[in-house]
């Protein structure tokens, strides 16, 4: 739960609050604009897969660039130091890599609506049907956080009541993708991009220069924490004790791989953004484009939080005090004049309410498509599909809202995420990964191998962490630990079951695994996409080499 401490009420006045009213305006004309474009089910869902690759790269990048991680990641650079880049270096650009390389072809040549329809093809009914109800049921559980999460912020800052915050952030939300579809949360994901920016990049910059600049940041911050408080891979050997609980195995196999991969490859929310985008090549930039500015996130999440440490040294050290969470809410109240303040405020609703929008827009595409469609009421007009899919978008906010309350029962947001994350998304990859790089693998295995990872990790947490059973320091390495366990059990159940159930005729793998192809993956170059700036290879390799250069300066 993100609790705020009292005494952080911000000095707003007219002028910022002008300016919360214009972006709210904005964003209510963006979902009005696009309404035009939405004539048909695959235009409402998908955007009518026409938008350009850097489009889709911004909006992608911007549905993960929530509040809860803002807010979160400050926190967490503020309690762990430059332990908190491995979340963003080695948990995330290898993935989104790998995704715009090696997946998306699958996806996009496959002309899939959805994550859930790729296994329909590839496995069949059954894992289809399970898929998407855990994906559904997941969606709105983390549109619950980031409502709840809001709520509680903008209690503190601005002394919103709770409901009343809900209300209006997810009445916004609910107008313009109801309004314009995806297209309408894309183009606000990309505004809402650049006014994140515009709010936390003063907020570093002002903050630098009040702390010495960078020199008197770690001068500061190795005087009161020492050495390995700014380096990313110290006390990270097997067996030492570090603030995290995780060693370098955990770190790269749990969060690094698992996590990073079953989140980035599998979860709809993001890769949704991919395949709206205009043809094949889009696509595949996409995750590629979104990688760049994900790996200088840190320098206005991650540093902030170091900031508000040396300006605040008693954060996080009393229950009664100032928490590691106020990090970001600190250094608005003591560093921004209003005007500016108000930015600030716009940025954190504007992450809200990205993070909120993503997962509603993915959850009525799931729900529309891959249950109501598929299994219920199959085989009507597209214009009922178009229908449902407005009104499945009012049930998912309202949904949203109830789920808020679930979010509230946890001690702290980010585990609660990642708790969710290595129940859902890192089965879903054992699937996926095994299902494209092995022809023989059955449907039947298909379906087991997701069940028995989902079940394995909550077995892990709920039975063996939470009840004592086994001691892991921290909440971040018990999910590391869940999510490495149901890598391991759904790998070792699709192995078994494979081997004693019958594959799908090759014939019906065109396109679904490594080494086939399908007519979609055939599509010619756009005119420019043969441009070697535009190279998919070149683009992957150079966010991979950057982020790895990245760690130099944190690894002595």
């Known amino acids: 739960m993100i609790t705020l401490a009292e005494g952080l009420r911000l000095p707003t006045n007219g002028l910022d609050y002008a300016i919360l009213a214009l972006y709210f305006a904005v964003v209510l004309g963006i979902g009005i604009a696009a309404r035009r474009s939405v004539r048909t089910s695959l235009d409402f869902f998908l955007s009518g897969r026409s938008l350009p690759a850097w489009v889709t790269g911004l909006a992608f990048v911007a549905a993960n660039l929530g509040a809860t991680e803002i807010l979160g ?9 430059a332990y908190t880049v491995h979340w963003y270096w080695i948990g995330a650009i290898p993935a989104m890599v790998f995704l715009g390389l090696v997946m998306m072809p699958f996806y996009y040549g496959s002309k899939v609506r959805s994550v859930p329809e790729f296994l329909l093809h590839r496995f069949g009914p059954s894992s289809h049907l399970l898929s998407s109800v855990i994906f559904a049921v997941s969606s709105v559980l983390i549109a619950g956080v980031n409502l709840y999460a809001m709520a509680i912020v903008l209690q503190a800052l601005l002394g919103w009541p709770q409901w009343v915050a809900i209300v209006v952030a997810g009445f916004f939300v609910l107008a313009y993708i109801t309004i314009g579809g995806l297209s309408s949360a894309i183009y606000n994901e990309v505004l809402q991009f650049f006014v994140i920016l515009a709010a936390l990049i003063p907020l570093t910059i002002v903050g630098l220069k009040r702390v010495g600049g960078w020199d008197g940041l770690t001068d500061s911050l190795t005087a009161s924490h020492g050495d390995a408080f700014l380096t990313a891979w110290k006390g990270t050997g097997i067996g030492e004790a570090n603030p995290l609980g995780a060693n370098w195995l955990t770190l790269v196999l749990g969060l690094g791989f698992v996590m990073s991969f079953g989140y980035w490859t599998t979860n709809f929310a993001e890769v949704q953004r991919a395949l709206s985008a205009k043809n094949l090549s889009a696509a595949r930039r996409t995750p590629l484009i979104a990688a760049f500015p994900k790996i200088f996130i840190p320098l206005v999440v991650v540093v902030p939080g170091l900031i508000a440490l040396v300006m605040e040294p008693t954060l996080g050290k009393t229950k009664d005090g100032l928490q590691y969470n106020d990090a970001i809410p600190v250094l608005m109240r003591d560093l921004l004049p209003n005007g500016v303040l108000g930015i600030a405020v716009t940025g954190l609703l504007a ?206």
């Open 73 to 81: 990641m400050a926190a967490n650079g503020a309690q762990y130091g």
């Open 351 to 556: 992450a809200f309410m990205a993070g909120m929008a993503a997962n509603v827009s993915s959850f009525n595409t799931v729900f529309t498509n891959d249950i109501w469609g598929a299994y219920l009421k199959k085989g009507r007009e597209d214009g009922y599909y178009l229908k449902t899919g407005r009104v499945v978008t009012a049930v998912g906010v309202l949904i949203g809202m109830g789920t808020a309350f679930i979010a509230s029962s946890f001690s702290n947001i980010m585990n609660y995420l990642q708790t969710l994350f290595s129940f859902f998304n890192v089965p879903l990859f054992v699937v996926f990964i095994i299902g494209m790089f092995w022809k023989r693998t059955s449907a039947a295995a298909g379906f087991w191998g997701l069940l028995s990872g989902t079940a394995a990790a909550m077995v892990n947490y709920f039975g063996l962490y939470k009840q004592g059973v086994i001691a892991i320091p921290s909440e971040q390495g018990a999910n590391f630990v869940s999510s490495i366990v149901a890598f391991v059990v759904g790998a070792v159940v699709m192995v078994l079951v494979t081997l004693v159930t019958k594959p799908k005729p090759a014939a019906s793998l065109a396109g679904l695994v490594y080494g086939t192809r399908s007519p979609g993956m055939a599509e010619l170059p756009a005119d420019g996409d043969d441009a070697w700036y535009r190279k998919p290879a070149l683009l992957g390799w150079g966010a991979v080499v950057l982020a790895a250069l990245c760690y130099v300066p944190f690894s002595f």
